[in-house]
């Protein structure tokens, strides 16, 4: 030990000159003449990954426009994946630090997601141009599944393993790989309808998806008949959704649960609670109890 410190000192004495010229990589301390750092004699356990969940979005914006607005602006992403037909993911911002994707968000009892999360960005133009106004006149307060632009096939296979490879790196659960609109539900629908969460579930074995025995249980009218306000919120709250505790589907909760419905159900989304909605967020309750670790 004595020798290697030795030698430390030296090599870190020799180097000083050139100290100004060269830099230290960040997630590397440098040793200087008092202190050696010693990462070896001692390890906690209580420890785990900074990154907890995976964020996926679209970008209503074209190839070009995309790229302008993700590298030279205050918004970015970890990675981009236009809509071109190559084998291509841009990173755009190194893991390790933050991408400003994620913006006022919650899930799972943490907030400020762009500390714990990847965000990835989909080049998509996200609702038709013909329908952009739609909700302007007041007759719908929510858009259609019809109203959201299609993804590209390979955008999806290359995004579903871009997220296979993410989330078993770092051990992410399955209800942690989730769109903008679950962690900002009043700010953002992306990635909307056409996102096939379901696909992703079957096909690639990313993020959740309920059983459909377990949905057709909770089917019974009698038990959302019987359900309260409050008993459904609360529900949403065990699943990870941040919403409010009115005693009512006010607006606020309302886009909670348009929110749900573009990722579980996404062919009816109507910002109405309703049986088949409670249903299938029960089923999910029951396969995805509990929560990751809140340390
Ligand atoms: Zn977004």
């Known amino acids: 030990m004595a020798k290697n410190f030795t030698a430390l000192a030296l090599a870190t004495f020799l180097s000083l000159p050139l100290i100004g010229c060269i830099t230290t990589p960040k997630a590397q301390m440098a040793t200087t003449e008092s202190f050696v750092i010693d990462s070896e004699t001692y390890q906690s356990t209580g420890k785990s990954e900074r990154i907890k969940t995976i964020v996926l979005h679209y970008t209503v914006s074209d190839n070009a426009r995309s790229i302008k607005l993700l590298t030279r602006g205050k918004v970015s992403a970890h990675y981009l994946v236009m809509d071109k037909n190559d084998n291509k993911i841009y990173s755009l911002v190194p893991e390790s630090e933050r991408a400003w994707h994620a913006g006022d968000s919650g899930f799972a009892g943490r907030t400020i997601l762009n500390d714990t999360s990847i ?18 006149n007041g007759a719908l307060d929510y858009h259609p599944y019809e109203h959201y632009v299609a993804f590209d096939e390979l955008q999806i296979k290359k ?38 969460w379901q696909r992703l ?5 990313i993020g959740a998806w309920y059983d459909e025995f377990d949905k057709q249980f909770f089917m019974h009218p009698d038990a959302f008949a019987a359900a309260t306000i409050p008993e459904i919120k609360q529900a949403f709250r065990d699943y990870g959704y941040q919403i409010n505790d009115t005693d009512a589907w006010d607006k606020a909760s309302r886009d909670v649960v348009y929110a749900f419905q573009l990722h579980f159900r996404p062919e009816q989304p109507t910002g109405n609670m309703d049986r088949e909605t409670y249903a299938i967020l029960q089923a999910l309750n029951k396969k995805y109890a509990g929560r990751d670790d809140f340390y």
């Not at 992410?172 to 609109?181: D, F, L, S, T, V």
């Not at 579930?201 to 074995?205: C, K, L, V, W």
Request: charged share 25%.
């Open 119 to 136: 965000g990835i960005e989909i080049v998509n133009a996200g609702i038709k141009p013909e329908y952009r106004n739609a909700l302007n």
């Open 201 to 205: 579930y079957n096909e690639y074995g």
């Open 159 to 196: 995004v579903a393993e871009l997220v296979q490879d993410i989330a078993a790196r770092y051990d992410i659960p399955p209800k942690n790989i989730i769109g903008h609109a679950d962690i900002a539900p009043s700010r953002k629908i992306d990635p909307g309808a056409k996102f096939p």
